[in-house]
T-cell receptor, first 115, second 111 residues
Framework: DQQVKQNSPSLSVQEGRISILNCDYTNSMFDYFLWYKKYPAEGPTFLIS?????DKNEDGRFTVFLNKSAKHLSLHIVPSQPGDSAVYFC??????????????FGQGTILTVHP | EAGVVQSPRYKIIEKKQPVAFWCNPI?????LYWYRQNLGQGPELLIRYENEEAVDDSQLPKDRFSAERLKGVDSTLKIQPAELGDSAVYLC?????????FGNGTRLTVT
């Protein structure tokens, strides 16, 4: 049973506009959610995280929102740039384990930003 | 800092053959992970090491997969014998009280 779901396999946006990537989860016992970005033929790279005690975290053009009542989080990229085109994974870190221990990943969303 | 280094980048083998992957983590990172990523899916954990000790291998198919991390640094992951369903990208990651840093992976194709 998939505990972290990214229901949109792909997203296409125009350069300069906002990209919104979504993730739903089932397990309420977690410490962090993280977003990773992956370019073709490369490993995933860490982008931004949010802890369970917060509802928003911002880093430059990237903002992650956490809605615990809806068990939903989203990543906003503003403004979107062609270099942001990649696969984005959300990942959950379960509560009680070592920080950043076992990550449970979603299936990923392919973002394409058109010039 | 140098990143996580994996080799080989690509490997094509026939089913029932053995295969091994190698990983050199970032210097000073005591935790090492092996993940497997199937096409169109997110990575899934196979095994996690704290130094040289495997602390989570619950998702490692132990009948054909084995891993070791001698001296708590480099690690190898082995499959013997390989099956068609083992075709995937095998990712190594390391961390030290930080988000995981991933290598570029080994793409395995079993024919």
């Amino acid at each position: 049973d998939q505990q972290v779901k990214q229901n949109s396999p792909s997203l296409s946006v125009q350069e300069g506009r906002i990209s919104i990537l979504n993730c739903d989860y089932t397990n309420s016992m977690f410490d962090y959610f993280l977003w990773y970005k992956k370019y073709p033929a490369e490993g995933p790279t860490f982008l931004i995280s949010i802890s369970s005690i917060k509802d928003k975290n911002e880093d430059g053009r990237f903002t992650v929102f956490l809605n615990k009542s809806a068990k939903h989080l989203s990543l906003h990229i503003v403004p979107s740039q062609p270099g942001d085109s990649a696969v984005y994974f959300c990942a959950e870190v379960k509560a009680g384990g070592t920080s950043y221990g076992k990550l449970t990943f979603g299936q990923g969303t392919i973002l394409t930003v058109h010039p | 800092e140098a990143g996580v280094v994996q080799s080989p980048r690509y490997k094509i083998i026939e089913k029932k053959q053995p295969v091994a992957f190698w990983c050199n983590p970032i210097s000073g990172h005591n935790t090492l992970y092996w993940y497997r990523q199937n096409l169109g899916q997110g990575p899934e954990l196979l095994i996690r090491y704290e130094n040289e000790e495997a602390v989570d291998d619950s998702q490692l198919p132990k009948d054909r997969f084995s891993a070791e991390r001698l001296k708590g640094v480099d690690s190898t992951l082995k499959i013997q014998p390989a099956e068609l369903g083992d075709s995937a990208v095998y990712l190594c990651a390391s961390s030290r009280n930080s988000p995981l840093h991933f290598g570029n992976g080994t793409r395995l194709t079993v024919t």
